[in-house]
């Protein structure tokens, strides 16, 4: 996924990071990070306990990842795969807690 150009929103409780990092890593990806849902919104990130920009984002039809399927996606970048060499151990425990 190409993060370049999207207005993105972060919300919920993240498992992997705190979520003023995720925020660094979605403006390196290129994204702009925005702390509220509009129509103008492209994507919403949520961890657990999301509340109402989840609520806002599905009424709004817009796109939604978790915070795990984020990370997974950005494992796969090289510009961030070591610096989330933890967020791997913790997305594979993840995959492995749901087989």
Known sequence: MDFDG???VLTGKFATMKRSE???LMQE???TV???VSGK???LVHG???GSKL???QDLGLDILTELELMEILVEDERFADRLADAAKVIAEQKAARA
């Open 6 to 8: 999207l207005k993105v």
């Open 22 to 24: 995720a925020k660094k």
């Open 29 to 31: 990806a290129g994204a």
């Open 34 to 36: 925005s702390g509220s």
């Open 41 to 43: 919104t492209n994507l």
């Open 48 to 50: 657990a306990d999301a």
């Open 55 to 57: 609520t806002k984002a």
